[in-house]
């Protein structure tokens, strides 16, 4: 992701500012966490679509560290809400208060009422507030009280959730899960990765103090929007859109599967490789742009065949496998 003054096609120009800013994301990232390039670049995707991200990984590989270098990293808004087996919706959309002053209900705002939203450890809350964030995400508002409320633009959820096999986890259901743009898998680091880690920590290092690490602010509302308009203008073929819907169309085809991928995710995986194409410096898309934006895009949008599943099948197998056999166009 670094910046390019040339593009796949030869042409050369200004580089971009707006590119420019996000890109910076990488580095401010980098200061506080270790590796993750995959995730970082994902969530500069989703910033760029209007989309939202869900984080999943065991305990202990930074994903709510990976969140918070973010939100420190732009001059945006941001709230965290701790999910919690007691937490209830009106905690994070807000409720109307009586205020004996006035003899009046007022309406106090949740944490929803930001940029940025850190959802922490989603699947530790019940399905009943789990559901709350589904007209924030997919309307961009709240209602309460029969009164709906926009939110800030711009919103972006980033949610974290451990394995559903562990203990005192509620799996998300599909309708949330169709709502995130993109599901983004933390791994264990590697051991030269983990060895940083430990260093960084006797030299000093503090992950609950972001800016004596050296995190800054290095874009704005202002980027993502002259952003967005860039990737909005980049190009797609008829031939990129018929091999996308092909590869959502084939994973309703597999015998591994239940559930393929609807219509709503042949979107976003448009809308993802358009970004991307245009975070590498090209102003059109390439089937290599759809390939390395589909394993995140549309791992979460399909529902494995219990059989399958005992037998090792997974999701990201699955769309491997469609991946190498629809046919590619030239």
């Known amino acids: 992701m670094m910046a390019p003054t040339t593009d796949n096609a030869g042409n050369t120009g200004e580089p971009d500012t707006a590119r420019s800013s996000l890109e910076a994301l990488r580095t401010e990232i980098a200061k506080a966490v270790v590796g993750q390039d995959p995730a970082v670049t994902g969530l500069v995707v989703a910033l760029l679509c209007r989309g939202h991200v869900l984080l999943e990984g065991v305990p202990g590989v930074a994903k709510t560290l990976l969140v918070r270098a973010l939100a420190s990293a732009l001059e945006l808004d941001t709230k965290r809400v701790q999910f919690t087996p007691d937490l209830m919706p009106s905690d994070i959309t807000g409720s109307l208060v009586y205020d004996a002053r006035t003899a009046e209900f007022s309406f106090q705002p949740g944490p929803v009422f930001t940029n940025l939203l850190l959802a922490d450890e989603i699947n530790r809350t019940p399905p009943k507030t789990q559901s709350s964030l589904l007209e924030a995400m997919e309307e961009r508002q709240v209602t309460v009280d029969g009164t709906p409320r926009p939110l800030p633009e711009p919103f972006l959820v980033a949610a974290t959730q451990n394995p559903v096999e562990y203990e005192g986890t509620y799996p998300l259901p599909e309708a949330q ?95 993802t490789a358009r970004a991307w194409a245009w975070l590498t410096g090209r102003d059109y898309v390439i089937p290599d742009d759809v390939k390395a934006l589909a394993l995140p895009t549309l791992r979460h949008r399909v529902q494995l065949r219990p059989e399958a599943e005992m037998e090792g099948v997974t999701a990201d197998s699955v769309v491997n496998a469609v991946l190498s056999h629809v046919p590619v166009p030239r």
Do not use: M, W
């Not at 797609?236 to 091999?243: N, R």
């Not at 085809?253 to 991928?261: K, Y």
């Open 177 to 271: 899960l169709d709502r995130f743009l993109l599901k983004l898998t933390i791994p264990l680091p590697s051991r030269q990765d983990e060895i940083d880690v430990l260093t960084r920590h006797i030299e000093g290092f503090n992950p609950r103090d972001l800016r004596a690490a050296g995190v800054r602010p290095v874009a704005g509302p202002a980027d993502l929007e002259a952003a967005r308009a860039a990737v909005a203008k980049t190009s797609v073929s008829p031939e990129i859109t018929g091999y996308v819907v092909d590869i959502c169309r084939a994973t309703r085809e597999s015998p591994s599967l239940t559930l393929g991928v609807s219509p709503r995710g042949a979107t976003a995986l448009l809308a």
